[in-house]
């Protein structure tokens, strides 16, 4: 029992009651950037043993869930938190967030090609057009783009490409939702910095 007001407490391993009943203590909140490498799972724990976005966090007394997904072998920024208000606006359309992709597929895509993929493709039955389209490179063996789209459908970007017969090598999110993974290495992470997270809370309609 504790009678002395400002004793200090470790909320990972210490019980607090009250006339016998358990206090709930608030779980503090934590934004983490992760540069996702190829070959990682974007779940906490799969059955089958493969490696996953789990084993590059680090070990928290919570649990924090990807904010969206990357499938196995795509790259890129990929945001982890403990917020749900925050994280469900962050995936909803209507917020607009935009996430920033860069696609290296296999041959020389036409100005053609280019075209119909600014003019949308159908997937599954509905239609899907980046807000934006850019040529990095292009040469007879490889070329490089940059999408910026704002919905998060499953596989959206690699079906863009195999709707056009174009095939994708590899697949990178450079930024999202404002957030850019540049001096980031693949693997490592980083805390959101205190200015990052109210922006993304003020455009989410968070905060004033």
Do not use: C
């Not at 680090?58 to 869930?65: A, D, E, I, N, V």
């Amino acid at each position: 029992m504790v009678r002395r007001p400002g004793t200090l407490i470790d909320e990972t391993s210490d019980r607090v009651e009250v006339d016998g009943r358990p206090v709930n203590l608030p779980t503090s909140k934590v934004y983490i950037l992760l540069n996702k490498p190829a070959g990682y799972i974007v779940t906490m724990k799969d059955p089958q043993g493969r490696k996953t976005v789990t084993d590059l966090l680090p070990s928290l007394p919570f649990r924090l869930f990807p904010v969206g997904r990357l499938d196995r072998e795509s790259e890129g920024a990929l945001l982890f938190t403990n917020d749900g208000e925050l994280a469900h606006r962050l995936l909803h359309p209507r917020y607009g967030f935009k996430k920033i992709y860069e696609v290296k597929i296999k041959g020389y895509i036409t100005d053609q090609q280019i075209d119909r993929l600014k003019r949308g493709t159908f997937i599954d039955g509905r239609k899907a057009t980046p807000d934006k389209v850019g040529l990095i490179y292009r040469n007879r063996q490889y070329s490089y783009l940059r999408l910026e789209i704002h919905e998060g459908r499953k596989h959206e970007v690699r079906k863009m490409f195999y709707a056009l017969d174009l095939e994708v090598k590899k697949l990178r999110r450079v930024a999202m939702a404002g957030l850019s993974i540049k001096g980031l290495r693949p693997g490592f992470w980083r805390h959101l910095k205190k200015e990052e997270i109210v922006k993304l809370k003020r455009q989410a309609g968070l905060v004033d």
